[in-house]
Every structure is written in C-alpha cells, then in structure tokens.
C-alpha cells in the first residue's frame, strides 16, 4: 500500500540533522558505496579479464582481444553448456509456472491442514540448496536410488535408470531438482496475486455461466499475468545463474555433457586457473539477466502507474 | 445426497488429494533426509535392485550412530561455528548499512528515491555466478584467501541490496504520522530516526535479520571459490564437499547434517515468508 500523501511541509531549519536533502544522501551513501566497489569493480574486472590471458595465482598478463571468446565459441563442451542452460531454464520455467498455477489453486481454497501443508510446500524453498541438492544426489543414487525401486515395485521400469550417468537423464534430474526448488516459491507469489483478482468479476462469469476452464483463461490468468511474469523473471535469474545444483548433482559429467554456463566457468576459470576463459563463459549469463532486469523495470514502472 | 452435496464434496477430495499431491513433491527429500539419518547401514545400503527390501520404511531399529558420527568424527561442529560468525558478521553490516539507506529511500530522497531503489535492487540481479572469478583475484590480492573475512567482506554484496529493498518497502508501508508528531514535537530529522523510527522498525529489522541469515546460509560458489581448508568452511559448503571419506559418501552423517541445518531455517522461513514475497513482487501484486 502506498502513502496517499508525503511529507508535510515543514518550516525550515538549518541543522544537520533536519536538511533532508543532505541527510538523504549521507545514510544511503554507504549502500551505494558498498555496492559501487564491491559489485561494480568486480563486474568490470569480469569484463575486462575476458579480454586477457590472466591466470589464477600470477599477477601478471595481457590482452589477447576477442582470442578468449573465439575459443569458447569454437569449443563444443561451451556451446552444449550454452544449450544446457537455455534448455534447463525454458524447461524450468515452463514446469514452474504450470505447477506453481495449478497448486496456488488448490491452495487458495480454504480446508483443514491448510497451515501444516504450507509449512512443507514451503520447505524446498528455505532450506540450504547445497544440503537439499546432497538429498537429491542420495535419492538418484545409481545403487540404491530409491526412485528406481519405487517405478520396478509399481511395474513401470524394466531396466534400470542411471540417473546421474547419462547425459539425457542427468539433464531431467537436474530440471527436477530446479522445479523442486523453485515451485513452491512460485506458488507462494501466484497466491499473493489472486487476492488481486476482482471477485465481482468472477462472480459476474459465474452468473453468465462460464465454466471453470473459461473463468481460469479468460478472466484469472489475464489478471495473474503480471505476478506469473513477476515469477518468471525471478525463476530465470535463479536458474541460469545457479551453479550448485548441477555442480553437486551431475559435476558436469558425464564426459561434459550435463554442464551449464556457471560450472563450466567454474571449472575453466577457478580448477583449470583459466580466469579470462571463465570470465568470459560466465558473461555469457549477461543476457538472461538482461531479459529478467527489462523485465522487471517494466513490471515496477506499471504498477507505479497504477494499473494492473 | 444431492447432486450439489455430491459435487461440493468430490471438489473437497479432489482438493485434498491435489494438496498432498504437491506436499508430497515439495517435502519428499526432507522426509527421505529423516529416513537416512536414523536408519542403520545394513538397512540403508540395499540395492534398488532388491524388491523384498522396502527403502521407504524401517526395517531395523532406528540408530543415533550416524549423528554421533556427525558430531564427533567431522568437522561439521567446526562448520556450524564459523557459519555462527559468518552469519552474525554479515547480519552486522548489513543492518547498519541497509536499515538506514531504505529509510533515505523511503522517506528522505524525494523523486529520486525511486530510480534509485530500483538501481540498487537490479545490483541483486547480477548474481555471484558472474562475479566469483574477478574476486577470487581481488580476495587475493586483499590477502584473504582461504578465511572465513573474504565471506564476511563479500555476502554484503548481495545482502545489502536485497535487504536495502525490502525496509524501503517496510517503511513505505508504515504510516508517517507517528514521525510528523515527533518533528512537531521538535525532534529533529535524524533525532526522529534514532529514537522513534528505529523504535517501530523492529519488525522491518527482524526481517532483514531473518533474510540475511538465510541469504548467507544459502550461499555456495563464493564459499567453494575463496575457501580450501575443511576447518574454514561453512556448513553449506562443507557438508556436500567434505563430509566425504576416501571415495566414499556417508550418507546417514551427511543427510543428519542436512536435516539439523534444515529443520530451523524451516521454521523461521516460514514465519517471514509472507514478508519476503512482499519485497519480491516490486509491487505487481497490491495489499
């Protein structure tokens, strides 16, 4: 909720502590400072190593232009991590949404438990990814995978799934655990944006006889759009950017095929010492985190606008 | 029953049946963390392929061995205490930071608080996975390599701008009758700050607390890149790359491990959930 008014017009005084002007900027200039150093130098050093043969552990080195960039886009294990990113984040994106949606449906009706089932909706959400990634290392375990037991019990699996030793089933496991993070967060921003929706609205269809699917595209979704849109940006930035999950859970592997963006950075630039090949694999995150800051500008600037 | 009795209460099943649905997706791994950690090793290591050997139960009686393992044999106390002092560092500089800038934002800046806020938020965008080489060569030329102050010097960097965001829009949300009464009564601007603003901020404080720990309890590539020595690391990088012996992952330690830091952050996350989505949401969603 925003504030009808501002501050009231006061009769002027000189001290200090009354110039709101000067005030403003003193307590915010250690935020800005602290970012502007510690964000903003290491970005621009991310930039500029990209362009240089730098190596972890010697101080010196020089520029080698575009050489660094060449070289990744000419190595197959970056252009399938490349692809691995995208695919993993639509496909990530997707689930969410779809199961975010139809469990902030289910969630909004009111029934008893209601407090306790949250509490363990939410669950994925909080605890530390590393520890709960290790949960899932366990569960896709190529031994003693509690997934394979289960689908051999019910007659659904003959063979056996090595989930973490081949490049297709690897990917799934990792899209997996990325949902699993991330759709109850979804579910959490979905529900906050159906208090938004007009009941009057809805009631009018219901009167006028629109049946649930009507109501749910026509009327529900159009106004859950900017929060879905809200969820989306968030859930690309925190998929493409992550590196713990596909790092704890396949490693890359097998033989490279599983990598994203962030690990094979990781693995160039901090294992391999490479610092100005891993920075310039990691710049290429640039444009997802582009797509979701544009994004959210324009989300923030509408709704300052007032409508919907 | 009336078809209408009978269709509410279809919908009531239906509801319960989609809701355990999804609880059973999001709380699986929890429950399967609480299996492990109390199973003994010749229940817990029975291959898939064994049908007769139900993995989803007991089968033997439940054992502390694991924790006493945990606890005695790793350096996963060792964890827990540098987390502590990671945590409470972190959460120092960034209440003192970032309490006062949302206040500047909110109150004090005017037209420009605006733009500026948004600035500082879009700063949480650009996310460690870009930054970590650039300070794995700046933490090394500060001489802080492989010690737990690279983490305390470089978790603000996230921490701040997220938390600067989330009191902006705690303030934004507080009335400013009480501060108008207390320059009335001839507090000044920053004497109205100090002793009344901070006063009913407590809440707002308390969630940037809240969020800083779980900020910095989340965290893992900064913690991977800077730090090598198994007695410097934080839980969340230690229990996953340390709790290793030889090849071999012991899986009821490390899913103990997993299930003690769990079961707080849990608990306290939910309580502020609703906050959190608050500052999320940059306003698409009105209350």
């Not at chain 1, 909720?1 to 501002?6: A, E, I, K, S, T």
């Not at chain 1, 900017?226 to 690309?236: H, M, N, Q, S």
């Not at chain 1, 444009?287 to 606008?305: D, Y």
């Not at chain 2, 978790?155 to 303030?171: A, D, E, Q, S």
């Amino acid at each position: 909720m925003r504030l009808p008014f501002g501050p009231i017009e006061l009769p002027p005084r000189e001290t200090f502590a009354d110039r709101e002007s000067l005030l403003a900027k003193v307590m915010l200039a250690p935020a800005v400072l602290y970012v502007a150093v510690l964000v903003g130098i290491p970005f621009v050093l991310a930039i500029l190593l990209s362009f240089s043969n730098a190596r972890a552990g010697s101080l010196s080195f020089s520029w080698v232009g575009l050489s660094n960039y060449a070289a990744v886009l000419s190595d197959p294990t970056f252009r399938r991590a490349l692809l691995n990113t995208v695919i993993v984040t639509v496909a990530v994106q997707v689930l969410v949404v779809i199961l975010a949606t139809a469990a902030a449906m289910v969630f909004r009706a009111a029934f008893v438990g209601k407090r306790i089932m949250r509490f363990f909706l939410l669950l994925p959400w909080a605890v530390p990814i590393t520890l709960a990634v290790m949960a899932w290392t366990w569960i896709f375990d190529s031994t003693f995978s509690v997934v394979n037991w289960t689908l051999k019990v019910a007659g659904l699996l003959h063979g056996w799934l090595y989930w973490l030793g081949s490049p297709t089933l690897g990917l799934i496991a990792i899209i997996i655990v990325q949902v699993w993070r991330l759709f109850p967060f979804a579910t959490v921003i979905v529900l906050a944006g159906m208090t938004s929706i007009p009941q009057d609205v809805v009631e009018a269809a219901i009167m006028d006889g629109a049946g649930f699917w009507r109501r749910l595209f026509q009327i529900e979704l159009p106004f859950l759009l900017p929060v879905v849109t809200v969820a989306v940006l968030f859930g690309i930035v925190y998929t493409a950017t992550n590196m713990s999950v596909v790092y704890l859970l396949t490693g890359g592997g097998p033989a490279d095929s599983t990598h994203v963006l962030p690990t094979l950075a990781f693995q160039r630039g901090i294992e391999g010492l490479d610092l100005g090949q891993g920075a310039a694999i990691a710049l290429f995150l640039l444009p997802f985190l582009l797509v979701a800051a544009i994004g959210m500008l324009r989300i923030a600037r509408r709704s300052e606008m007032g409508s919907p | 029953m009336s078809r209408y009795r009978l269709m509410r209460y279809a919908r009531r099943v239906g509801v319960y049946v989609a809701a355990l649905g999804f609880v059973t997706f999001a709380a699986f791994p929890f429950y399967w963390m609480a299996l492990t950690t109390f199973k003994q090793n010749k229940d817990l290591y029975v291959s898939a392929t064994n049908l007769k050997h139900v993995p989803w139960i007991f089968n033997a009686a439940p054992t502390l061995a694991h924790l006493k393992l945990l606890f005695t044999q790793t350096a996963y106390p060792q964890w827990l205490l540098n987390t502590l002092l990671v945590v409470v560092a972190v959460v120092l500089i960034t209440v003192v930071v970032a309490v006062p800038a949302g206040y500047s934002l909110a109150r004090l800046a005017g037209g420009w608080g605006e733009g500026m806020g948004i600035g500082i938020f879009l700063t949480y965008l650009i996310p460690p996975t870009l930054l970590f080489i650039p300070f794995s060569r700046l933490v090394a030329i500060l001489g802080l390599q492989d010690s737990l102050w690279s983490l305390v010097v470089v978790y603000p960097t996230f921490t701040i701008p997220f938390c600067t965001w989330l009191v902006m829009g705690f303030f934004r949300s507080v009335p400013w009758d009480l501060e108008e009464q207390a320059m009335i009564d001839g507090y000044s601007r920053l004497g109205v700050f100090f002793r009344v603003v901070l006063r009913f901020a407590v809440p707002g404080i308390l969630t940037v607390v809240v969020f800083t720990f779980t900020l910095v309890m989340q965290e893992f590539i900064y913690a991977l890149t800077f730090i090598s020595s198994v007695d410097k690391m934080t839980v969340s990088l230690g229990v996953p790359v340390a709790l290793v012996r030889g090849d071999v992952y012991h899986w009821g330690a490390l899913m103990g491990a997993a299930l003690i830091t769990s079961i707080p952050m849990a608990i306290v996350y939910n309580l502020f959930m609703d906050r959190f989505v608050e500052g999320l949401t940059l306003g698409a969603v009105k209350g």
